[in-house]
């Protein structure tokens, strides 16, 4: 395994999870399509699953719900990630 290609996987899920905070559903499925490229290990196909979702909730609606955002940090589980979901809930 290439630990710095997951380490990009990673950088693109933050990004993916920061821009949903700032309501930028085409920015969040470019970072995610790219931390599943980078990912070797298959950390990243749930919260692919919840972005995707997050995404197409923004632009149909202009907002995450609350049940989309628990999705979000369901699929990143306990971690970094986890509190990075929040910071970008409360955003």
């Not at 085409?26 to 070797?40: E, K, P």
């Not at 979702?53 to 907002?63: D, H, M, P, R, Y």
């Amino acid at each position: 395994m290439d630990g710095h290609l997951q380490r990009q996987a990673l950088n693109a899920a933050e990004r993916a999870i920061e821009a949903l905070g700032r309501k930028d559903p085409a920015g969040a499925r470019m970072a995610i399509s790219t931390a599943v490229d980078r990912d070797q290990v298959g950390l990243f196909t749930a919260l692919a699953d919840a972005v995707h979702l997050a995404a197409s909730e923004l632009e149909a609606t202009g907002e995450l719900n609350d049940a989309t955002w628990n999705t979000l940090a369901d699929a990143v589980g306990p971690g970094p990630l986890q509190g990075l979901v929040e910071a970008a809930r409360g955003s």
